[in-house]
Structures are given as structure tokens and as C-alpha cells.
């Protein structure tokens, strides 16, 4: 079975900073793409942060520049820096893979959130 399993969410006064990270557990064939996504109440979910297999990465602009997506390739994960928090950012955020389970198919999969709140 495969597993996404996110950690690093909290509480944060403005100005700080917190590294959300999510590790795919299980046997996977490869990687296409990882990203993270975010959803305030009363709001949609937002992409805010995509990191390609090959690297190329994609971002939000409201987070541009204060938010870095990197990946750990040997281990699966894939991590969300966020420097210069604000009120704004506090959401639920969720990590978002497609995989490859086989050379038939992909699975598009979600962890199960994680908690950002960003206190003034």
C-alpha cells in the first residue's frame, strides 16, 4: 500500500517560518510530479507550490519568493519552505503526488493535511 504522510504544521507568529514535508511510503515505480495545495475555510483549494520530476518548479504568486518546494529524491519527500509567513497563509495544506504505480497506469493521491496558522 502507498502511503502519503505529511508533518510540520503548526503555529507561527507573522515573520516566521515553519518546513511542511511529505514522504510517499510504499512500492512506486516513479515519480511524474509532487506539489502542495492549500484550503482556507470557507475557500477552494489552491495550488501553491508544484516540483516536476525534472526539477522545474511552480509557484503561487502570492507565496513567490517567500516559499521554496524541494524534493529528497532517495527518500520519497518532498518539503515546502515558508519563510515570512503571514496571517493569510493559514490554511490546511496538502500534499499532492501522481506516481507511477506501473507502466499501465498513475495514481494522483493526497496526504491527509496538515495545519498552518499564522497569528498576527
Known amino acids: 500500500q502507498v502511503q502519503l504522510v505529511e508533518s510540520g504544521g503548526g503555529l507561527v507568529q507573522a515573520g516566521g517560518s515553519l518546513r511542511l514535508s511529505c514522504e510517499v511510503t510504499?512500492?512506486?515505480?516513479?515519480?511524474?510530479?509532487m506539489g502542495w495545495y492549500r484550503q482556507a475555510p470557507g475557500e477552494q483549494r489552491e495550488l501553491v507550490a508544484l516540483?516536476?520530476?525534472?526539477?522545474?518548479?511552480n509557484y503561487a504568486d502570492s507565496v513567490k519568493g517567500r516559499f521554496t518546494i524541494s524534493r529528497d529524491n532517495a527518500k520519497n519527500t518532498v518539503y515546502l519552505q515558508m519563510n515570512s509567513l503571514k496571517p493569510e497563509d493559514t490554511a490546511v495544506y496538502y500534499c499532492?503526488?501522481?506516481?507511477?504505480?506501473?507502466?499501465?497506469?498513475?495514481?494522483?493521491?493526497w496526504g491527509q493535511g496538515t495545519q498552518v496558522t499564522v497569528s498576527s
Open positions: 499532492n503526488v501522481k506516481y507511477r504505480r506501473s507502466s499501465y497506469f498513475s495514481v494522483d493521491d
Open positions: 510504499g512500492s512506486i515505480l516513479s515519480i511524474n510530479y
Open positions: 516540483i516536476t520530476s525534472g526539477g522545474n518548479t
